[in-house]
Every structure is written in C-alpha cells, then in structure tokens.
C-alpha cells in the first residue's frame, strides 16, 4: 500500500503471549513460509486480527493454534493476506461481514483436529491458490449467505478436503 509503515520480521521463531490487533496501511512481512514463525502461545481466542484498512500480512508463518482460536481475521476492507501459512486447530484464516475486497493468495492451513481452512464472509471477499490440510479439516464456509462470494472468485482453490457451498461457486 502507497505511504504504508513497514515491519520486516527476520527468519526465525517469535514466542508471542498476547495477540497482534493491526491497524491501516501497513506492511507486515517475514522471510517466507516456515523460516519466520510467529508461535502464539495464548489462551484461545484470535493471533492476528486486522482491523485497519490497506492492510497487507505475507511470508510468514502463523503457529501453534488452541481450540477455539483463529489465526488470521479480517474486519476491514481492502486487506491482502499473501503467502501466510497457519498451523494448528481452530479456523485458520476469516473475516467479518463487514470487511469486503479482501484476498488471500497463495495461503495453506494444516489444521489438526478438524478445523476450517477458510471462513470467507463479507463482499468480495476471494481465495486464490489456496490448500488445506489435515483430519477431519474444512476447505472453505461461507457464514453469512447474505454475504455471497461472486462466482469464479475462487481460483485454483484446493476442493481437495474442501466442502463448498453453493453461495461461494456456483
């Protein structure tokens, strides 16, 4: 995003306690997938959460979900996730009814036992190149059928363990 603050987080595995609530137009950016590892280690509830606009989170790894817990949620509009991978139990990746015009590119989720890859809610929201993995783990939900995702939007999406509903393809 033009006139964004950045943060390069280098390779390497970061303890977090708490969890990170982001705000507008900033870059937040590591090594790449599996070389810089952001472990939360909280109690349940949500890692990262971006509640500014312009927001763009990629190369990194996001580690070490509880039950009950989200990795990435979107509440604002015109964010990218791109290259993140989250690890763990819980829904790995979803954003808000009012969010819109967001995108994840190129994410993986390995979720244990069960888990959702992708909650994908709110306007225009889409998930290109996507995976998932895991036991008894859900590709993709869409929450809030009001909030339809247009048709064609998920592209090279991984239906492999995906269970999609007729709002997000159709």
């Known amino acids: 995003a033009s006139g964004a603050s950045s943060l390069k987080i280098p390779a390497g595995t970061y ?27 909280g109690s349940p509830g949500t890692s990262i959460t971006i509640d500014g606009t312009s927001v763009h989170l990629f190369d990194l790894t996001v580690s070490h979900l509880t039950s009950d817990t989200f990795g990435v949620v979107v509440r604002a509009d015109g964010c990218v996730i791109e290259r993140v991978a989250v690890s763990g139990h819980g829904t790995a990746f979803s ?7 967001w995108e994840l590119r190129d994410c993986s989720a390995a979720l244990t036992a069960g888990g959702v890859g992708y909650d994908l809610d709110g306007g225009n929201s889409a998930a290109y190149r996507c995976s ?8 993709a939900s869409l929450s809030s059928p009001s909030a ?23």
Do not use: C, E, M, Q
């Open 95 to 101: 954003g808000s009814t009012a969010a819109s015009n």
């Open 148 to 170: 339809a995702v247009p048709s064609g939007t998920l592209v090279d999406f991984d239906t492999s363990l995906a269970t999609l509903t007729t709002d997000i393809v159709s």
């Open 132 to 139: 998932v993995s895991g036991t008894g783990a859900t590709g």
């Open 15 to 41: 303890r977090v306690g708490g969890n990170w609530v982001l705000g507008s137009t900033i870059n937040i950016y590591g090594d790449g997938r599996g070389r810089t590892i952001l472990k939360f280690t």
